[in-house]
């Protein structure tokens, strides 16, 4: 009878671990996506850092139209990237979709500075899903913009049901350690 009893004592124990445990991995990484624009790999290896360094799932917003180099020439008023970011209205497409974005409350939104604030591609994402009630987090690399506040803002005004942070931008060579503690305030 005593033997009996110390193995429901021992299985009460394992699922009541294995219940911890899986419990505690849905309330972080599971719940929380790493999305990324990135025209010359700058904030893509941000990006990958911050996914290694969370276990969160990545998923990169890719321009169904590539940008070349002329492009990106923010010195010609008539390139590609001058002429959408003019126009706020301007939401160039994306090659993919994310799959159940549902699944997700945390959503890392990475990019480039582009004239202060986030790249009109970014406002397509944003357009594409339901981000009522979600958090939105998003972070950036750039030349000399020392931060997302501007972005913040703008991300605000298109998805104002989502809880936008402020987010930070990070220089290209961010460690991993400081993107994990970064992350930790959001991934507890
Ligand atoms: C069209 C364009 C506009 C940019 N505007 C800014 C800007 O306003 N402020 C800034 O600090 N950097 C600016 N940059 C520099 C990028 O933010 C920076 O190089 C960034 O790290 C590029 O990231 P990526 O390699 O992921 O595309 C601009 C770059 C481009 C191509």
New binding site residues.
Partial sequence: MKKLLYIVVAIVAVVAVVWAFSGKSNATKNNALIAYF???????GVAQNLAAATGADLFEIQPMAAYTAED?D?RNDKSR?SVE?NDRSSRPEIASRVENMDQYNIVFVGF?????REPSIIDTFLESYDFNGKTIVPFA?????PSTDEAAESIRAIVPGANVMNGARFP?DVSADELKTWAGEWLK
Avoid at 38 to 44: E, M
Avoid at 112 to 116: R, S
Avoid at 141 to 145: A, F, K, R, V
């Fill in positions: 990135s025209a010359t790999g700058n904030t893509a990106l923010w990237a970011m480039p500075i582009w004239w202060g690399t750039s030349g000399s913009t290209n």
